[in-house]
């Protein structure tokens, strides 16, 4: 099988999240995306997480007539800090019949280079970058050479292979939001639109209470 991880915290999971998930499947023509929910990210210790159930639970409920895009404990199961070259070579090793690749958007495209082993990551795994809209991707600025010799972008008459060493930039225009943009609505007591969050997701948060003004946002 042909399978797609896009990872994340996913605090909240939102329309951009979705997005991607879709778009990335169809068009890479993969059989799956797995939804892989962090338990800590590297790039997020000192900040406050809502809990990881909370987060699964968005995730599934938004994904939820989609059969193509799986959510995914894989990463809840292991204690400690989520690493995605910890996560794709286990991947690999377990189930060596799947081919692979790591789904994320720009952003991750302009950190990458301070990812753990970055250089194998790239090298070994596949990666598909989806730019931000109206983001200008700087590659000279990006730190690692690995990254800008393997970009490129899929031929549209042919399967594209998910190998180690292959990564692909999406020529897509996913939704402007951000999960950080959301929580600031609903502290704010705004109502994110159907365009960001899903009204399945903002009637489980407004369920269970999250995000509200002055509270931590770790339940």
Known sequence: MRIG???GTFDPFHQGHLFLARQARRWLLLDQVW???A???PLKQSQNVTSSHHRFAMAAIATRHDPELLVSDWELQREGISYTIETMESLS???PDHQFCFLAGGDALQEIHSWRDCDRLLREHCF???PRPGVELDWNSLGTAALTETIREPATNRLPALQGGRSYLLPLSPPVVSSSQIR???RSGSVPSEQQLPHSVHRYIRKH???EKNQTHSR
Request: aromatic share 10%; no cysteine.
């Open 5 to 7: 991880i896009l990872g």
């Open 35 to 37: 939804l892989m929910v």
């Open 39 to 41: 338990r800590t990210s």
């Open 93 to 95: 090793r377990r189930l």
């Open 128 to 130: 598909v970058f989806v």
């Open 184 to 186: 600031r609505l609903l």
């Open 209 to 211: 209470r999250l995000y």
